[in-house]
């Protein structure tokens, strides 16, 4: 059995995208000849929600080398706004951060020793055969790439976002020098996105036969699909309608689980969402949104501020991992959405969610890799995220064909098996061993 140590930002443990990422993969490694390390900041420190792991915990390596305030901080989102807890936690961190500032202490330098040293004392007892850093952030690249040079061990480059300035125009790495160095080392680096593979190829920072694409993947855990959507997290008219897609004149009920910061941008959906739902529409039957995760000021606002909007969508908190699939198998269409100038973005969300069969409707810029996708799978559609016309004839489309979406799932079932984590396992381990001949 070879051993891989991964270093990275949020390991399993966390419930952010790069630990998820790996959670679905985790029983699927061994199979194929590969124990599978981890090493990052504990996620009880660092992470405000947590997922509860079946692996066994000696291949967890976790530094508590993190610094009071980003802890305190922690601990304070844990708790709803105004609590004695929240507050409590508040005072604290804004302790810790006076203090650190007297201190003069670098809370990302603390960060990166303390992983340093987590690395080096699981490295003197499991003697990997080799090891991966995580980007983003770079800086864990950075880290991972000089702790294989100390250790004599070769280096693989997992590339999730790219490292500088990406948009319509192009890719312009932020350091090339110093990214080229670590990828001439790396016996190989894995990207999230076709694209972001093509554009560092393109920028010259490492050889085509040393880029691979390997995506995320949707789980296969039977106990994430006989999950029950908790009411209280529920849109309000969803429960008027339990067990009903939509209503009898078409209505849809549309769920987006994550973040929509500003560089995710809603007024077009928004105002195509208002459109589909005018008393004059000839299918007047409702299209509702629930949100789960932060969404950016300016688009709560617009909603708050318009009766219509307000009654069409509600915005919930993060929910744990779970739960996330409970709604999802509740809901009737899943939303995702890519910034505009994000033509490489490849959403984790697309993939986490399609055990559940249910039609996707993507926003994003009409580069993206995903379109291709989506076009060939049949099982949603993907739109201009810019074009307020566009979305409205997608929404119009789904209420209208909703079923020939959800059959595609079925006529298509191969095509989608290859994004299942046991085919993404398989395919991990095979540019492993890839790396390592």
Request: glycine content about 8%.
């Given at each position: 059995m070879r051993r891989l140590l991964v270093v990275l930002r949020q390991p399993p443990g966390c419930s952010g995208v790069q630990a998820l990422i790996y959670n679905k993969l985790l029983p699927f490694f061994e199979d194929h000849g590969w124990e599978i390390h981890f090493a990052g900041p504990s996620p009880w420190l660092t992470s405000v929600l947590t997922e509860r792991l079946d692996y066994p915990p000696e291949r967890l390596h976790y530094s508590t080398e993190v610094s009071a305030s980003l802890s305190f901080s922690v601990r304070k989102n844990r708790h709803r706004k105004g609590t004695l807890p929240h507050l409590g936690h508040g005072l604290l961190q804004l302790l810790a951060r006076w203090l650190e500032r007297l201190r003069h202490h670098d809370s990302e330098a603390h960060l990166l020793r303390g992983l340093s040293r987590t690395v080096h004392l699981a490295n003197q007892r499991w003697h990997f055969d080799l090891?991966?850093?995580?980007?983003?952030?770079?800086q864990v690249l950075a880290l991972t790439h000089r702790l294989c040079q100390e250790l004599d061990k070769p280096l693989l480059a997992l590339i999730d976002d790219p490292y500088g300035a990406r948009d319509e125009q192009g890719f312009h790495p932020k350091e090339p020098e110093r990214q080229r160095s670590i990828l001439d080392r790396a016996r190989g680096a894995l990207f999230m996105s076709p694209l972001t593979r093509d554009?560092?190829?393109?920028?010259?920072?490492?050889?085509?036969?040393?880029?691979?694409?390997?995506s995320d993947s949707y789980p296969v855990n039977p106990e994430l699909y006989r999950q029950t959507a908790p009411t209280p997290t529920a849109h309000p008219s969803w429960t008027r309608r339990r067990g009903v897609r939509g209503d009898q004149r078409g209505g849809l009920r549309l769920i987006y689980l994550g973040m929509l910061p500003e560089w995710r941008p809603i007024e077009p959906f928004l105002e195509a969402l208002r459109a589909a739902n005018q008393p004059q529409d000839p299918q007047p039957a409702a299209l509702e949104l629930t949100i789960h995760g932060f969404v950016y000021p300016a688009a709560r606002r617009r909603i708050a501020d318009d009766p219509r909007l307000a009654s069409l969508i509600q915005i919930q908190p993060l929910v744990s991992y779970a739960t996330s699939h409970a709604l999802a198998a509740a809901a009737d269409v899943q939303l995702v959405v890519i910034g505009p100038r994000h033509l490489d973005n490849v959403p984790s969300k697309f993939f986490e969610y399609l055990g559940h069969h249910k039609p996707l409707l993507v926003l994003g810029p009409p580069q993206n890799p995903l379109r291709e996708l989506v076009d060939r799978l049949k099982i949603g559609l993907y739109v201009d995220g810019r074009s307020a016309e566009a979305i409205y004839a997608a929404l119009d489309t789904l209420r209208r064909d909703h079923d020939g979406f959800v059959q595609a799932y079925s006529t298509r079932a191969t095509a989608i098996e290859a994004f299942s984590a046991p085919t993404v396992a398989r395919r991990f381990c095979q540019l492993l061993d890839q790396a390592l001949a």
């Open positions: 090891v991966a850093g995580k980007t983003p952030d770079f554009r560092y190829v393109e920028a010259g920072l490492l050889s085509p036969e040393k880029a691979h694409v390997i």
